[in-house]
């Protein structure tokens, strides 16, 4: 049974850091991508941050770039994401995405709120 279990959310002030992490099973980890994705209520969902399956070149949302850091443990099939200087708008529910040429895997989300 694939799943992918998403931690570290909660509610931070602005500025301040969180550090999310997908643990993935049922499926071989590292043959996918990952992503994480994020859903803010009334907009789209958007891609955060991707890395490979062999980790490497990550690509990140404009939004997001120089303050998030996608990184991957293969050993311990677990992503994560590193979000600093967070700012409300950062608000959303945030998703991990496993993906290869075949399938797509998602975890149920994690809420991240940034207010003061």
């Known amino acids: 049974q694939v799943q992918l279990v998403e931690s570290g959310g909660g509610l931070v002030q602005p500025g301040g ?3 999310l ?3 993935a099973s049922g499926f071989t ?3 996918y991508r990952m992503g994480w994705y994020r859903q803010a209520p009334g ?3 958007e891609l955060v941050a ?3 399956s ?10 997001v770039k120089g303050r998030f ?3 991957r443990d293969n050993a311990k099939n677990t992503v994560y994401l590193q979000m600093n ?3 409300p708008e950062d608000t959303a529910v945030y998703y991990c995405k496993a993906s290869n040429s075949w399938y797509d895997y998602w975890g149920q989300g994690t809420q991240v709120t940034v207010s003061s």
């Open 17 to 19: 850091s969180l550090r």
């Open 21 to 23: 992490s997908c643990v």
């Open 29 to 31: 980890f590292s043959r």
């Open 43 to 45: 907009k789209e969902r």
């Open 50 to 52: 991707a890395i490979p």
């Open 54 to 63: 062999a980790g490497g070149s990550t690509n990140y949302g404009d939004s």
């Open 69 to 71: 850091t996608i990184s």
């Open 85 to 87: 200087s967070l700012k």
